[in-house]
T-cell receptor
Framework: QQQVKQSPQSLIVQKGGISIINCAYE??????FPWYQQFPGKGPALLIA?????SEKKEGRFTISFNKSAKQFSLHIMDSQPGDSATYFC??????????FGQGTRLTINP | EAGVVQSPRYKIIEKKQPVAFWCNPI?????LYWYRQNLGQGPELLIR????????DSQLPKDRFSAERLKGVDSTLKIQPAELGDSAVYLC?????????????FGSGTQLSVL
């Protein structure tokens, strides 16, 4: 119940295309859903986060879509650029409980 | 603002040897976390500190792992003795006081190889 399942494991998108990464969870107590971006040799960096009281949050080219009834949320990267090539992790937490991470998606943007 | 600083960046040791990792969080961040990231996996929490107090250490293998944050600022994570399965990246993160587990800032990690 503490798991967050992420898909796909890897994704290749052409420059200018839309990258979509999906996550699913079971624990309905989760109330905070962030996405982290990690480049090789670096720690994860917070990209964008959402709470379940909204269905969508947009920051620049990055959008989180949240479906509470389906217990799913996704990251959309519009106009994907080669600099977006990284590993992306979804995560979830509630209250003071630990942040649980998905297994990651390695995104490659081809120029 | 300086980020989370970790050292060393890399460590190679023989199994059964001890090893220690050091972390200095962002100034003013009361909450400090140690995570372990296995190759190709997401980070997993080992321990969370609120100031000097370890408030969540349920995932820390206490038979061989220990951690301290004596003055509520920097922290050390120790493994003694190390096992082959401990090879991973050990990440330190910090966040402001308030709601834990939100807006974490991670260091670049220490990559541990146990031979």
């Amino acid at each position: 119940q503490q798991q967050v399942k992420q898909s796909p494991q890897s994704l290749i998108v052409q420059k200018g295309g839309i990258s979509i990464i999906n996550c699913a969870y079971e624990n309905t107590a989760f109330d905070y859903f962030p996405w982290y971006q990690q480049f090789p040799g670096k720690g994860p960096a917070l990209l964008i986060a959402i709470r379940p009281d909204v269905s969508e949050k947009k920051e620049g080219r990055f959008t989180i879509s949240f479906n509470k009834s389906a217990k799913q949320f996704s990251l959309h990267i519009m106009d994907s650029q080669p600099g977006d090539s990284a590993t992306y992790f979804c995560a979830a937490s509630w209250g003071a409980q630990k942040l649980v991470f998905g297994q990651g998606t390695r995104l490659t943007i081809n120029p | 603002e300086a980020g989370v600083v970790q050292s060393p960046r890399y460590k190679i040791i023989e199994k059964k040897q001890p090893v220690a990792f050091w972390c200095n969080p962002i100034s003013g961040h009361n909450t400090l976390y140690w995570y372990r990231q296995n190759l190709g996996q997401g980070p997993e929490l080992l321990i969370r500190y609120e100031n000097e107090e370890a408030v969540d250490d349920s995932q820390l293998p206490k038979d061989r792992f220990s951690a301290e944050r004596l003055k509520g600022v920097d922290s050390t994570l120790k493994i003694q003795p190390a096992e082959l399965g401990d090879s991973a990246v050990y990440l330190c993160a910090s966040s402001r006081a308030g709601v834990p587990n939100e807006k974490l800032f991670f260091g670049s990690g220490t990559q541990l190889s146990v031979l």
